[in-house]
């Protein structure tokens, strides 16, 4: 016999509807429910300004939480266009070098350009190309502009890596020479023009103590590096 107390179709096995009772009774017993679910806020309607004793006001946490979200958005959009933008003058100045490596008429203007010209080029205040003695030699400024220092010291400065940034320091003489005193940043990069020859340093210097940091992207350098190996190699006529 049918009961006539259930509605046609209604299913004795089917959940009953949560009741507007059943969902204040839940979030009172789970007070931070909204702070662990914080997304759904953005579906609720919040209630009026004009609120009663005891009304929580959902739409001043809502309008906060959008605001800081917007806040947080345009900061990180001023952040990539600031950083798209020192990329962009970053690449710019490293082409300009790599056209001026190449235009040099002799291997003097060359290391003229790489000691003296880059610096100007990339807006650093020292440039410098340093190679290790071949033990006969004590560290010196040879005519050249050309940087030589014991053996081993370039290990001792760049380890295994192929490019060490420094930030906030004072710049070493044995690298600078006398520009030591204006380097509080560098960028230096591992040089190998061939197998014959021994290992170099490449060395960057600003007078700026964050203009190199460890968060910096070292692509550039690196390729200038190699720029700068090749164009030895073809001078001196050496096997790679």
Not at 56 to 69: G, H, I, K, S
Request: charged residues 25%; proline residues 5%; hydrophobic residues 40%.
């Amino acid at each position: 016999m049918a009961d006539r107390g259930r509605e046609p179709g209604h299913s004795p096995h089917r959940t009953s509807t949560l009741s507007s009772e059943d969902v204040r009774a839940y979030l009172r017993s789970h007070p931070d429910f909204l702070a662990q679910n914080a997304d759904l806020v953005h579906h609720l309607t919040p209630p009026s300004l004009d609120r009663g004793r005891g009304v929580v006001d959902l739409q001043a946490f809502m309008v906060d939480r959008l605001r800081a979200e917007v806040r947080t958005l345009k900061d990180q959009q001023r952040e990539l266009i600031g950083t798209s933008r020192a990329n962009l003058n970053s690449q710019n100045r490293i082409h300009a070098a790599v056209l001026f490596l190449l235009d040099a008429q002799s291997f003097e203007q060359l290391i003229q350009t790489i000691t003296t010209d880059l610096a100007v080029l990339l807006d650093l205040d020292v440039a410098c190309l340093v190679i290790e003695s071949n033990g006969s030699d004590i560290p010196h400024v040879h005519r050249s502009g050309v940087r030589v220092v014991e053996p081993g010291a370039i290990a001792d400065r760049l380890g295994r890596a192929d490019v060490v940034l420094n930030t906030d320091i004072q710049g070493d003489p044995e690298i600078y020479g006398p520009g030591a005193g204006l380097v509080r940043s560098e960028a230096l990069i591992r040089i190998q023009v061939s197998s014959e020859t021994p290992d170099g340093l490449l060395a960057f210097g600003s007078r700026e103590p964050d203009t190199f940091h460890s968060g910096q992207g070292t692509e550039l350098v690196g390729f200038l590096a190699r720029v700068i190996e090749r164009v030895i190699r073809g001078w001196l006529e050496l096997p790679a």
